[in-house]
């Protein structure tokens, strides 16, 4: 499967727990990023992937887990393989913490954050106001693909408010 939508299809209807990790292993969510997001030792996610049946106490964290993923496949936000990549990247739209920073919507998941993971998702699938949309952004970069420019031509560029939409 290629299409996020045929993704989030199969994902909306599998509801058993093992099925569920094994479709978001199938993704692009490693053993470690399921550990991480349902707060479980990554030994533990590989027996459930293997044959053991997770136990009661994880329904909710793979569900959570389930419901973000779901999400961003169904709002097309970014290619089904990007998807982990943006889930281990640390966000600022999640806020910051005194002690660790800008924290991960994987962590945020563990902590039970799941607003916080869809709201998160939400500022990242939407420019914020002022900033270049992506296509936006890739026509800017089929246009300037014929010219030779460094990244700092465009950093300036940017900078200087050139890019910003009017």
């Not at 800008?102 to 869809?118: F, I, K, M």
Request: some cysteine; glycine content about 4%.
């Amino acid at each position: 499967m290629n299409d996020e939508l045929e993704w989030a299809e199969c994902l909306r209807r599998t509801l058993n727990r093992r099925d569920v990790l094994k479709v978001l292993r199938d993704i692009g969510l490693s053993t470690e990023d399921i550990a991480i997001a349902t707060d479980a030792d990554a030994r533990t996610v590989r027996r459930w992937l293997d044959a053991q049946e997770p136990r009661r106490g994880y329904d909710e964290a793979i569900d959570r887990l389930r419901t973000a993923v779901l999400y961003l496949l169904q709002r097309r936000a970014m290619p089904t393989n990007e998807i982990s990549l943006w889930l281990r990247s640390r966000s600022f739209e999640l806020g910051t913490d005194p002690v660790l920073g800008v924290r991960r919507p994987l962590d945020a998941l563990a902590e039970g954050g799941l607003a916080d993971v869809l709201a998160a998702a939400d500022a990242f699938i939407r420019p914020a106001e002022g900033s270049l949309s992506k296509a936006e952004v890739d026509a800017d970069l089929r246009t300037n693909a014929a010219q030779p420019a460094t990244k700092v031509d465009r950093r300036q560029k940017v900078l200087s408010g050139a890019a910003r939409r009017p």
